[in-house]
């Protein structure tokens, strides 16, 4: 059974920092791809990030890219989303998501190659 629980979600001003984790369950974590994403109120669910196992590639939605940092550390089971230089328009949900059986061309910007979610931490920036 695998587990993936976020944390450090919170209320932040525009313009500020918050860092997400997600701790998973399962040996082997660190054959999966993980990834972060998002759903704000009325919204659907869209990428933000993700990680292949190794942490050799990452995938930014544009809307992200140059202020967010997706790592991983495997010995901690355990992905972490750095969000800097906060907007009021990412507020949402932010989800974290396991691919455990990765295979030849799946795209990690794709939600439906994710297997597992975790319960979503909410992140609300103040303008």
């Known amino acids: 059974q695998v587990q993936l629980v976020e944390s450090g979600g919170g209320l932040v001003q525009a313009g500020g920092s918050l860092r997400l984790s997600c701790a998973a369950s399962?040996?082997?974590?660190?054959?999966?791809?993980m990834g972060w994403f998002r759903q704000a109120p009325g919204k659907e669910r869209e990428f933000v990030s993700a990680?292949?196992?190794?942490?050799?590639?990452?995938y930014y939605a544009d809307r992200v890219k140059g202020r967010f940092t997706i790592s991983r550390d495997n010995a901690k089971n355990t992905v972490y989303l750095q969000m800097n230089s906060l907007k009021p328009e990412d507020t949402a949900v932010y989800y974290c998501a396991a691919d455990t059986t990765v295979s030849a061309g799946s795209q990690p910007m794709d939600p439906f190659v994710y297997d597992y979610w975790g319960q979503g931490t909410q992140v609300t920036v103040s303008s």
């Open positions: 399962g040996r082997t974590f660190s054959s999966w791809t």
């Open positions: 990680i292949t196992w190794s942490g050799g590639s990452t």
